[in-house]
């Protein structure tokens, strides 16, 4: 089973859902604190789901004022970043050059595919996570070749 | 560097304070200050910051994030300098244009680091400002 949980992580780093700062994270894990990286990404996705509706929201009321998804948006992408969440991080990127352009219509293409990417990271590191605790601890972490 | 080869620095009884809005954020810069035995503390903006030593409470470290809302890390390191705080302060932030970085280390920063801040950064930080000494 520690070989399917290996294989599950490999995956998301090849697909490009998550990068090395995820590594970074699992490397804090310890005997303290076991599971260190599901709780931070519960703690992300929590967050990022307020910043998602913030954005719907603002979205909805169809008057873009692009400073301020500008600045929920910098949230969301430094959140992204700090967990590795490396496709969301790049719509992130994308939703603020369409802010800086004042270009609304590329704001709501690149925001859904953010929620598209952040649904599909959501549950990819879910199953993830499921049957990491399953396949109970591992001696060290190893970074994927 | 290994886990095994992590200092730690719980002997030197060292102690931080994370100033940052973002609970992502906040608990894996407590984690990595823990990581390597540091006592710390966190608050949520600077103002938050500012209050705590107006309390009585002082730090050998404040890793200070930028953005945060009611006092942002540049009004919050100027208000400690002026308060006559000498602890080190590092800026740990995403913005990392030049002349973001120099109008933040002059509000008073010893150090600057971009986010995601890692083990490797904070051990840049801390031996920069002389809390550790590599061997």
């Given at each position: ?8 992580k490999?995956?998301?780093?090849d697909?490009g859902?998550l990068d090395?700062?995820?590594m ?5 894990q ?5 599971n260190f990286?599901?709780?931070v990404?519960?703690l992300?996705f929590?967050d ?9 929201q603002?979205?909805e009321?169809g008057?873009?004022?692009f400073?301020?998804?500008d ?5 969301f992408k430094?959140s ?13 990127t994308?939703?603020r050059e ?9 704001c709501l293409r690149t925001?859904?595919?953010?929620k598209?990417?952040h649904?599909?990271l959501?549950?990819k590191?879910?199953?993830?996570f499921q049957?990491?605790?399953q ?8 970074r994927p070749? | 560097m290994t886990r095994e080869e992590l200092?730690n620095?719980a ?5 931080a304070?994370?100033v940052d809005d973002?609970?992502v ?9 823990a990581?390597?035995g540091?006592q710390?503390d966190?608050v949520?903006n600077?103002?938050e910051?500012?209050?705590a030593?107006c309390s009585?409470r ?9 953005d945060?809302p009611?006092?942002?890390g540049i009004q919050?390191?100027?208000?400690l300098?002026?308060m006559g705080i000498?602890s080190?302060i590092a ?13 933040f ?15 490797s950064k904070?051990l ?5 400002l002389?809390?550790y000494v590599?061997?």
């Open positions: 089973m520690q070989r399917q949980v290996a294989l599950i490999q995956s998301l780093f697909q859902y090395e700062q995820f970074e994270l699992e490397e804090l310890d005997d303290a604190n076991p990286v599901e709780e990404s519960a992300y929590k990022s789901a307020r910043l998602i509706n913030n954005i719907d603002a979205l009321r008057s873009f004022d400073n301020r998804l600045n929920y948006m910098h949230q430094g992204s970043t700090s967990i590795g969440a490396s496709k969301v991080k790049t719509e992130c994308k939703f369409y802010c800086r352009a004042g270009n609304a219509e590329g925001f859904h595919q953010l598209k990417e649904s599909t959501r549950k590191l879910e199953h993830y049957l990491a605790r396949a109970g601890p591992k001696e060290t972490a190893r070749k | 200092p620095l002997e030197s009884k060292l102690t304070l994370v973002n609970f954020n906040q608990s894996i810069h407590q984690k990595l200050l990581r390597l540091i710390n966190v949520c600077g103002k910051a500012v209050d030593h009585g002082n730090y050998d470290l404040i890793l200070m994030d930028m945060m009611i006092m942002n919050a390191t100027k208000r300098r002026e000498e080190k800026g740990v932030t995403t913005r990392a244009n030049e002349g973001e970085k120099k109008e280390m002059e509000a008073g920063l010893n150090d600057f680091q971009e986010k995601p801040l890692t083990i904070l840049s930080i801390l031996h920069k002389d809390f590599q061997t």
